[in-house]
């Protein structure tokens, strides 16, 4: 969070597969450092600590394949509600950045949360994730319901 009273605009920042690690904490310095409020929950905490996983492979099928994107979108609602109840986050203001895998929560979430200003997917898959009860539809089945600005990279 920026130094100094006052709102300030949230930034969403959402890491890759390896969780919280010191470039998402270090990417959060750094929104700070501009004016940001920014904020990087820790998306897979419920399956463990994946920045003790070090084998790919186990990562993803023991963390990252069993987390819904409702659940996703639900644990980002509820950080934005953190940062309100904060009292130093401007909520209409607000904007998410994702990398990798957090590129395609990007998708995900700018559908689910209209109220967002923009959103930026740093790669993350837009098709093939696609499981009836835990990712019902990839992003690019629902890409023409976006009202969010998104900058695909």
Same mark, same amino acid.
Not at 24 to 43: L, N, T
Not at 57 to 62: K, N, R
């Given at each position: 969070?920026?130094?100094?009273?006052?709102?300030?605009?949230?930034?969403?920042?959402?890491?890759?597969?390896?969780?919280?690690?010191?470039?998402?904490?270090?990417?959060?310095?750094?929104?700070?450092?501009?004016?940001?409020?920014?904020?990087?929950?820790?998306?897979?905490?419920?399956?463990?600590?994946?920045?003790?996983?070090?084998?790919?492979?186990?990562? +993803?099928?023991?963390?990252?394949?069993?987390?819904?994107? /409702?659940? %996703?979108? @639900?644990?980002?609602?509820?950080? $934005?509600?953190? !940062?309100?109840?904060?009292?130093?986050?401007?909520?209409?203001?607000?904007? +998410?950045?994702?990398?990798?895998?957090?590129?395609?929560? /990007?998708? %995900?979430? @700018?559908?689910?949360?209209?109220? $967002?200003?923009? !959103?930026?997917?740093?790669?993350?898959?837009?098709?093939?994730?696609?499981?009836?009860?835990?990712?019902?539809?990839?992003?690019?089945?629902?890409?023409?319901?976006?009202?969010?600005?998104?900058?695909?990279?």
């Amino acid at each position: 969070m920026p130094a100094g009273p006052g709102k300030f605009p949230v930034m969403l920042v959402v890491q890759e597969i390896f969780g919280v690690h010191e470039h998402i904490k270090d990417m959060c310095r750094r929104y700070a450092k501009m004016g940001d409020f920014a904020i990087a929950p820790e998306m897979f905490a419920r399956q463990g600590d994946v920045s003790r996983m070090t084998d790919i492979p186990a990562i +993803l099928s023991q963390a990252v394949s069993k987390v819904p994107d /409702a659940q %996703v979108c @639900a644990d980002l609602d509820a950080t $934005l509600g953190f !940062a309100r109840a904060s009292g130093h986050a401007d909520a209409k203001r607000t904007g +998410l950045v994702g990398y990798s895998r957090g590129g395609r929560t /990007a998708w %995900v979430y @700018a559908r689910h949360n209209g109220n $967002l200003n923009a !959103a930026v997917a740093y790669d993350g898959l837009l098709e093939g994730l696609k499981t009836p009860e835990l990712r019902p539809q990839d992003p690019i089945d629902f890409a023409d319901e976006i009202r969010v600005p998104v900058l695909g990279l």
